[in-house]
Nanobody, 125 residues
């Protein structure tokens, strides 16, 4: 079992920045790849970014590439999502999730077995 707790969401103006954190406990954090997803009202959960177990590989959705950065600190059992140049369409609940693999960076949320409760990000236009 693993517990994931997101934090750092909030209200920000378009063009602003936020950094989300996801703290993990339980199942060995440093062994697994991690992902960030988001879900806007009335829409399906979508992939945002993923990072391999050691941070050596990352993957981003086209919609956030160049604006968002995923990183991790295995000593702190935490994965981060730095979000810059935020747009209104980035408004969603953001979730972190743990992948079942070390390095393969899945984009399908069904591949992820453990999820946090989510943190709301609202971008005002």
């Amino acid at each position: 079992q693993v517990q994931l707790v997101e934090s750092g969401g909030g209200l920000v103006q378009a063009g602003g920045s936020l950094r989300l954190s996801c703290a993990a406990s339980g199942r060995t954090f440093s062994t697994y790849a991690m992902g960030w997803f988001r879900q806007a009202p009335g829409k399906e959960r979508e992939f945002v970014a993923a990072i391999s177990w050691n941070g050596g590989s990352t993957s981003y959705a086209d919609s956030v590439k160049g604006r968002f950065t995923i990183s991790r600190d295995n000593a702190k059992n935490t994965v981060y999502l730095q979000m810059n140049s935020l747009k209104f369409e980035d408004t969603a609940v953001y979730y972190c999730a743990q992948a079942p693999t070390q390095s393969w960076l899945y984009r399908n949320p069904r591949e992820y077995g453990y999820w946090g409760q989510g943190t709301q990000v609202t971008v005002s236009s």
